[in-house]
């Protein structure tokens, strides 16, 4: 009995070990794997930041110039002969991207980053979408106005437009610092 013991106990011992070893190394690939999953994520998610970033810094200096400009024509003196001779170059609304982000949700690579990263992440794509839809409406309302002809239509037209270019200077300050901070957890 001993024997018989002995004998099973010497086959099922290499194919328990054998077994085991599968998995482990298994389950090593598949953690490998997972980390460079990780690291490209990373790669493409500080990349597209990096380019929203150098997005709103392009756009932002513009957005200050109306707002100080806007202010200045609406002390003018003669508003109508003033707004005339301004040359506005559009609003130049801002786009901020979210594909890389996107990306790390749908794949689910993202639950792999620290909590803290996931949830300063969400509230910075929360801000994007919130931005980007404002320009988006911003632009529409514009277009979808008649150009204005009396001092009274122009004074409206500023105030409106100058308000909406201070909502755009917060949200691009917002931006800036999420992106920075995002950045520097990365």
């Given at each position: 009995?001993?024997?018989?013991?002995?004998?099973?106990?010497?086959?099922?011992?290499?194919?328990?070990?054998?077994?085991?070893?599968?998995?482990?190394l298994?389950?090593?690939?598949?953690?490998?794997?997972?980390?460079?999953?990780?690291?490209?994520?990373?790669?493409?998610?500080?990349?597209?930041?990096?380019?929203?970033?150098?997005?709103?810094?392009?756009?932002?200096?513009?957005?200050?110039?109306?707002?100080?400009?806007?202010?200045?024509?609406?002390?003018?003196?003669?508003?109508?002969?003033?707004?005339?001779?301004?040359?506005?170059?559009?609003?130049?609304?801002?786009?901020?991207?979210?594909?890389?982000?996107?990306?790390?949700?749908?794949?689910?690579?993202?639950?792999e980053?620290?909590?803290?990263?996931?949830?300063?992440?969400?509230?910075?794509?929360?801000?994007?979408?919130?931005?980007?839809?404002?320009?988006?409406?911003?632009?529409?309302?514009?277009?979808?106005?008649?150009?204005?002809?009396?001092?009274?239509?122009?004074?409206?037209?500023l105030?409106?437009?100058?308000?909406?270019?201070?909502?755009?200077?917060?949200?691009?300050?917002?931006?800036?610092?999420?992106?920075?901070?995002?950045?520097?957890?990365?």
């Open positions: 009995m001993k024997k018989i013991l002995s004998n099973v106990l010497n086959q099922i011992i290499p194919i328990m070990i054998g077994v085991y070893l599968g998995f482990a298994n389950n090593f690939g598949e953690n490998q794997k997972t980390k460079q999953q990780v690291r490209t994520y990373k790669e493409m998610l500080r990349n597209e930041i990096v380019e929203n970033l150098e997005g709103i810094a392009e756009v932002s200096p513009y957005h200050i110039k109306l707002s100080k400009d806007f202010s200045k024509l609406l002390q003018s003196e003669d508003l109508k002969k003033e707004f005339g001779a301004y040359n506005l170059q559009g609003l130049q609304p801002g786009v901020v991207y979210n594909s890389a982000y996107k990306t790390g949700i749908q794949t689910g690579i993202i639950q980053f620290d909590l803290n990263l996931v949830q300063i992440l969400n509230r910075c794509y929360t801000l994007q979408e919130k931005y980007n839809s404002f320009n988006e409406s911003m632009i529409s309302s514009s277009q979808s106005r008649k150009f204005p002809e009396t001092e009274s239509e122009i004074r409206s037209l105030i409106i437009t100058g308000m909406s270019m201070n909502d755009i200077k917060y949200f691009e300050v917002k931006l800036k610092q999420q992106y920075e901070k995002i950045l520097e957890l990365l």
